[in-house]
């Protein structure tokens, strides 16, 4: 009777990691045809926010399939191996390395892709709407070249510095937090940097565009330190080029939702039939307030993956797996 209790909890499990998989695979197809949407839609903000929706429906849908039966979402160490017979697996890819095919089943792969793609997305969009963002304002219209220029170079240096400081700081700490948690604080970081752009007022723009530049050019450079640092760490380094090939694709398919869909179409709203919006901070408001909250969808996401690396590791080896 035991033995079948045991085998009728172990379908149920699989059931939940199968369906959690099934929901996470929605959740990329979705982020997929949102974008064909908000072009089929002319860039409309009422079909974005939809499509913002949608997705944090889809989000809520995959905690609930993961909790369904236990009601809980943080296990003690000694119960996760009856809990959910698959977890094992990321503690293995770790040790023993996984292939970029197997790591595709992998629910961390999900979340670090996922939380990246937001993330670094939005870094993107800044990068590439920079000029347009100061020709929008007239009162930076006569020196637009030079000060599209500055905030360039602005953002390279803030970037550089950004990933320098930020494997110094993640090794200095990593006795007390874990590299995947730093993340978490590095996306965070990215959220402000988005709001932060969304604030600059019309009465002084340079002083918050220099802020909200260097503010996400910092954060974009730390996120780029930790993707091949978390790619090495959470799937093992016998296949670390082809994986770190994959999970390089989440700032591509981040920037051209972000930048070239959803922020084109909310500047081409704003814009005059020349195609020029020269309407100063809302020619660009709305897309940084979608991103920084898309963003913060980034921040649960890395945090749900922090918390499931560190209730798998042993009560001695945090700083082992940081």
Not at 133 to 152: K, Y
Not at 296 to 308: D, F, I
Request: proline share 2%; charged share 10%.
């Amino acid at each position: 009777g035991g033995g079948a209790g045991a085998g009728a909890g172990g379908a149920d499990t699989d059931t939940k990691f199968n369906r959690g998989l099934a929901t996470c695979a929605m959740t990329a197809v979705h982020v997929a045809l949102s974008g064909a949407l908000l072009q089929a839609a002319g860039g409309s903000v009422a079909m974005a926010a939809g499509c913002l929706l949608v997705l944090l429906a889809l989000l809520a849908l995959q905690v609930h399939v993961l909790l369904a039966g236990s009601g809980q979402l943080v296990y003690r160490r000694s119960e996760m191996e009856t809990v959910d017979s698959k977890a094992q697996l990321a503690v293995k890819a770790a040790q023993e390395g996984v292939g970029p095919v197997a790591m595709l089943s992998l629910l961390d792969f999900w979340l670090l892709f996922l939380a990246l793609m937001l993330a670094l997305g939005a870094g993107v969009t800044v990068i590439n709407n920079l000029s347009q963002m100061v020709s929008a304002f007239p009162a930076l219209v006569p020196t637009a070249g030079v000060v599209s220029h500055s905030l360039l170079k602005l953002l390279a240096c803030a970037n550089t510095l950004g990933r320098l400081a930020s494997g110094l700081l993640s090794d200095r700490l990593a006795a007390r937090v874990s590299r995947v948690t730093f993340t978490v604080y590095c996306i965070g970081g990215m959220a402000v940097g988005q709001l932060l752009l969304s604030f600059v007022g019309e009465s002084a723009p340079l002083f918050g565009l220099f802020l909200g530049v260097t503010v996400v050019g910092w954060f974009f450079g730390s996120l780029f330190w930790a993707m091949p640092t978390l790619t090495m760490e959470l799937f093992g380094q016998k296949h670390f080029g082809a994986n770190r090939g994959l999970v390089g694709l989440s700032p591509a398919i981040g920037g051209y939702m972000l930048s070239t869909l959803l922020a084109g179409k909310v500047y081409a709203a704003s814009a005059g039939e020349d195609n020029n919006c020269v309407a100063g901070g809302a020619c660009y408001r709305a897309a940084w307030v979608l991103n920084g909250v898309l963003v913060c969808g980034a921040v649960g996401l890395a945090t749900w993956l922090s918390h499931r690396r560190a209730r798998r590791a042993p009560p001695n080896a945090l700083s082992r797996i940081s």
